[in-house]
């Protein structure tokens, strides 16, 4: 098992280059806690719980585009990508390592905002943290693919943006859904279709993305 | 070791390599030169499997684990220690006795006492001189090192001629430079692009 | 084949029923189709690319997703034009097909800003290509996520569907299809006539220099 053995390697570099670096998690968190506040000012009166849950997904996915920006353009800044190309592991497995990695943040950040939502607008049940979940693993999965590829390019902190929003759209939909709706097995199941299509894509075609 | 034949690079409309041919045995050390932008960076990178040529056959005898490669800049990450960085491209190459030798490498590049710090606080000399324990961690059969005494201090050059000298008739070499003074004696090919 | 597109041009309209309406509904629809098939053959271009580095397939894959993208766009004024003789409003979020295409287009108007961005070369190509892949996936899935979206986005109550055809109809309806289709195909060939021969120049100028 090799290949998990290299996984994990480049998981634990990831986790420790972003946590030295310090302010990619302080940055996410900080994102996702200050949008909320700024929701508050921005949702009518009048809007129901059903709209909140709508923004909570906005903001997760700018501040997942936070944290996907921060784990890739250092690679490409130095090359030091092209090292980890070189070497004799599956391509693929640099792809998986940044995935569980920006998600472990994602979570984190999570795990302090989700508790502010609740307290400040709505209540989030069982599924709509499954919801949750899945969701971040998407955006993480798909994001990572579409970061790497950005980086390579110039005005990489605009593109990334443009690349994902459509592609998380879906995701969206199923997380809203799994929080609002009364048939949320639809949504949820909804998510892991997407996740399993989308990651198994993301994988297989990492490897066409960083080698020339 | 390595056989070009008709080797072109072209990036959209700019052409980088010019139809080249590259007979490389084994244990031989190729010496390329040409003013920058000559493509040395992009026939090393091309050789190193990094990038595909545009046109032309290209046969490499070694697969990536047996290759090593430095450019002039050290292709390490910067947050992490000397020790850490070395761990990582261990594992990930199947280093055996992987302490042991990461300890070796670093001694023998005076990066020893250095090791825990982070490459940040280096100086670019020694992220360099780290950059070229990276390559040879693995032991690699195939060395491509592109301009590799650009970015090392005194110390470092030293301490790659001995490696240098040492490596010459026992791995195959292929170094890039735009001053060949050092290595003119070592190598047994030569190659002049641009 | 200009006097046949030109021909079934003609043709459908007069056949077609009584309205802007309907007419519209024979334009929009086969523009809608032929973009989807656009779509289709960019990604199938990407994936012959990745498979074989071939880079014909690359500038194929590109056009496909250029056109694809231009009748996009079609599909969406011609989708909004109908809304508005059958509706009276500019836009519907109750139409699932004109959501969908709403979301390919940002989706495929990001393919443009990604080769823009990328130098050109294999790693653009590559790029490019796996984005395309992903574009065709993102198709059906978009469509199931709108579908599950009307649950909660409350949609006005506009019927959805199209206007019944009878057998004339019908006829006309797939004249026009094909009508669309052949102008597709020669807007793809003349696009990439028009390329390749731009690259073409630029390498003798090249080769001259």
């Known amino acids: 098992m090799t290949y998990l053995a290299d996984v994990a390697a480049l998981a634990r570099k990831d986790l420790r280059v972003a946590l030295r670096a310090r302010d990619t998690l302080p940055a996410m968190l900080l994102f996702v806690l200050a949008t909320l506040v700024v929701f508050h000012f921005a949702l009518p009166a009048r809007a129901d719980d059903a709209a909140a849950y709508g923004l909570l997904w906005v903001a997760i996915v700018f501040t997942v585009l936070l944290g996907l920006t921060r784990a890739w353009v250092p690679e490409h800044e130095h090359g030091v990508l092209d090292s980890l190309v070189l070497a004799p592991c599956d391509r693929s497995a640099i792809w998986l390592g940044k995935t569980l990695a920006t998600l472990a943040f994602l979570l984190a950040a999570q795990a302090v905002a989700l508790p502010v939502f609740v307290l400040l607008y709505a209540p989030l049940d069982g599924a709509a943290l499954a919801g949750t979940v899945l969701a971040d693993l998407g955006l993480c999965a798909v994001g990572s693919l579409l970061a790497a590829m950005a980086a390579a390019g110039r005005a990489r902190e605009l593109l990334l943006p443009l690349l994902l929003l459509p592609l998380a759209i879906p995701l969206v939909v199923g997380g809203v859904g799994a929080a609002i709706s009364p048939a949320e097995e639809r949504y949820l199941l909804f998510l892991v279709l997407y996740d399993g299509v989308f990651a198994v894509l993301s994988w297989a075609s990492f490897e066409y993305v960083v080698t020339e | ?194 | ?209």
């Open chain 3, 1 to 209: 084949m200009g006097l046949g597109l030109a021909l079934a041009l003609l043709v459908a309209p007069e056949d077609a029923d009584q309205g802007i309406s309907q007419r519209i509904f024979y334009l929009h629809v086969p523009i809608a189709l032929t973009a989807y098939f656009c779509f289709g053959l960019g990604a199938w271009k990407a994936l012959l690319y990745l498979w074989r580095g071939d880079e014909r397939h690359d500038l194929e894959s590109y056009v496909a997703v250029h056109q694809g993208t231009i009748f996009g766009s079609l599909t969406l004024i011609t989708g909004s034009i109908w809304a508005k003789a059958s509706w009276g409003v500019w836009w519907t979020w109750s139409s699932n097909q004109l959501v969908l295409f709403l979301v390919l287009f940002l989706f495929y108007c990001a393919y443009f800003m990604l080769r823009f961005s990328l130098e050109e070369g294999a790693r653009r190509a590559r790029s490019s290509a796996v984005y395309a892949l992903f574009g065709v996936v993102l198709i059906p899935v978009s469509f199931l996520a709108i579908r599950l979206a009307e649950d909660f986005i409350h949609p006005t109550v506009f019927t959805r569907e199209g206007p019944q055809m009878s057998g004339t109809m019908f006829a006309a309806f797939c004249a026009m299809w094909l009508a669309v289709t052949l102008l597709a195909y020669v807007l793809y060939r003349v696009e990439l006539v028009g390329k390749r021969l731009s690259t073409q120049l630029r390498e003798l100028a090249e080769a001259l220099r």
């Open chain 2, 1 to 194: 070791m390595i056989r070009a034949r008709g080797l072109e690079k072209r990036y959209g409309r700019k052409r980088v390599l010019h139809g080249l041919d590259v007979e490389l045995p084994r244990d031989g050390f190729l010496l390329v030169t040409g003013a920058n932008g000559s493509g040395k960076t992009t026939l090393l990178r091309v050789l190193a499997g990094l990038a595909a040529p545009t046109r032309g056959t290209l046969t490499v005898e070694v697969d990536r684990a047996r290759l090593g490669f430095l450019t002039h800049e050290p292709l390490v990450y910067r947050e992490l220690t000397a020790l850490e960085n070395l761990d990582l491209f261990g594992r990930l190459y199947r280093v055996p006795e992987r302490r042991e030798r990461i300890g070796r490498l670093l001694e023998r590049f005076g990066l020893w006492e250095a090791r825990s710090e982070r490459v940040s606080s280096y100086s670019r000399g020694m992220a360099q001189r780290l950059g070229l324990c990276r390559a040879l961690l693995h032991e690699p059969e195939l060395l491509l090192l592109d301009e590799p005494y650009a970015a090392l201090d005194e110390e470092g050059a030293r301490l790659l001629d001995r490696e240098l000298e040492a490596l010459a008739g026992a791995r195959t070499l292929v170094v890039a430079t735009h001053e060949p003074r050092r290595l003119e004696t070592l190598a047994t090919a030569r190659l002049a692009l641009g």
